[in-house]
Each structure stands twice: as C-alpha cells, then as structure tokens.
Nanobody, 127 residues
Framework: VQLQASGGGLVQAGGSLRLSCAAS????????VGWFRQAPGKEREFVAA??????????YYADSVKGRFIISRDDAKNTVYLAMNNLVPEDTAVYYC???????????????????WGQGTLVTVSS
C-alpha cells in the first residue's frame, strides 16, 4: 500500500483544515488507517484512526483532539480524511497517515503496528 498525505498548510487559531490520505496499490478494505503527528523535538503521537467495516468503520481519537477532529473514509476513492476544526497552536506538527491490516481495536494507537506510512504534511497553526 502506498499512501499520499496532503492538505496541510498555515491556518490561524480557531480555523480548520482537512487532510487527505490517498491510498494506491491496493484497496483499504480490512485496513486500519491512522493519523499521527510529530511536533519539533517531540515524539510521533497518535491522533486518530478508523478501521473498516461494511457501511463505515469504528473511529478512535486521542483525548487532545476529541471533539475537534473527525476522521472518515471514502472507500470509493480509497481515501481517508481528517477534518480538523478549532485548531490551536499546539496542533502544529507534521501529520502522517499510516495503514495496518486488521481492525486495530486494541492497538490502534501503537505506531509500531502500522506497516505502511505516507510522507508527512505540515500543519502550522498561528496564534
């Protein structure tokens, strides 16, 4: 699976952005897709994930983004989205999408479980 992340940019605090993670090489059926982020000088951390099921999938969020970010998938486009609302400067980071085969219901936040990674897209939130 090849993953291509896009949609990053510069936004003011309180603004919104939507990131996209387009997959190629195979469909995302039965794959868990996650978003992680890495701020300067910090470790890469889990942001959100969505697994696959007929008619949709289960979603998982880090506490820091719950209620502000929404992860979704469009299987027809083989793409996963991360809608980020009410952004704060602490959201500034390089955002990465990743994929892993399986439901991930118990390990969705563990980055070492993801075997496929896209390149990052930079999100900068100004105060």
């Amino acid at each position: 699976v090849q993953l291509q992340a896009s949609g990053g940019g510069l936004v003011q605090a309180g603004g919104s952005l939507r990131l996209s993670c387009a997959a190629s090489g195979r469909t995302l059926t039965n794959y868990l897709v996650g978003w992680f982020r890495q701020a300067p000088g910090k470790e890469r951390e889990f942001v959100a994930a969505i697994n696959w099921s007929v008619g949709g999938g289960n979603t998982y969020y880090a506490d820091s983004v719950k209620g502000r970010f929404i992860i979704s998938r469009d299987d027809a486009k083989n793409t996963v989205y991360l809608a980020m609302n009410n952004l704060v400067p602490e959201d500034t980071a390089v955002y990465y999408c990743a994929a892993a085969y399986g439901s991930g219901s118990t390990w969705y936040a563990q980055r070492h479980m993801y075997g496929y990674w896209g390149q990052g897209t930079l999100v900068t939130v100004s105060s």
